[in-house]
């Protein structure tokens, strides 16, 4: 899952990416308003972490801008602003969740997970195609009843497939989400990590559409 971080505050900021990048999670820190609603409107991240005290753009500047736009993206929004008027201002606004600082990683990433599920319609954190389960609770993956060990970023190629499949999911959409907007893809970076998480599965798991992208099976062997 690709992660738009939208927040000034240089101390929380590095300290939450390190947090959601350890959960497996790819993040864009972004620290401005006006830059964060460029990079929403590039519509790449699949869940938007939305400070309000921004500088160019207020928080609720860029997420009025942002559901006009019919941006449906899910926006958790994060702020100290406790008050109730607030907290309506900003559910109003269009954000699907309010958390106030100072918080604990491990909510803000209960919250994740949840908004997680609500968009993509699961009951549970357990995601299960086949012989293979994956726990975006532990982060933990088996196959055939066996665990997989899998890095942040198979962690993450494995989700992105999992939650499509059956349906082809196109090498640029794969990118967004395995290294957001803040990093050089080489050209056959993504190649790479798919075959290494075959050799963890099965060769057989992961079909290629030249040209176009990759696609689990719903029922890979």
Do not use: C
């Not at 240089?10 to 460029?38: I, K």
């Amino acid at each position: 899952m690709h992660i738009l971080l939208v927040e000034d505050d240089a101390q929380l900021g590095a300290a939450l990416q390190r947090a959601l990048e350890r959960l497996s999670y790819t993040v864009s820190w972004l620290r401005d308003g006006r830059t964060a609603l460029n990079a929403i409107r590039d519509r790449t991240a699949d869940l938007i972490l939305l400070d309000l005290g921004l500088p160019g753009r207020d928080g609720i500047e860029v997420l009025t801008e942002t559901r006009r736009a019919h941006i449906d993206t899910p926006v958790l929004v994060m702020t100290a602003r406790d008050t109730l008027a607030a907290r309506v201002d900003g559910l109003d606004a269009g954000a699907d969740d309010y958390l106030i600082k100072p918080f604990h990683v491990e909510e803000l990433a209960a919250r994740i997970r949840s908004l997680s599920r609500r968009t993509r319609g699961l009951a549970v954190n357990r995601i299960d195609v086949g012989a293979l389960t994956l726990d975006l609770g532990t982060s933990e993956v088996t196959f055939r009843g066996e665990p997989v060990e899998l890095t942040r970023r198979e962690f993450a190629l494995l989700q992105a497939l999992m939650e499509n499949a059956g349906r082809l999911v196109r090498r640029e959409s794969l990118e967004n989400s395995l290294y957001g907007i803040d990093h050089v893809v080489g050209n056959n970076a993504l190649e790479v990590l798919v075959h290494a998480l075959r050799r963890k599965l099965s060769f057989e798991t992961i079909r290629n559409v030249r040209g176009f992208g990759y696609m689990l099976p719903r029922d890979p062997k």
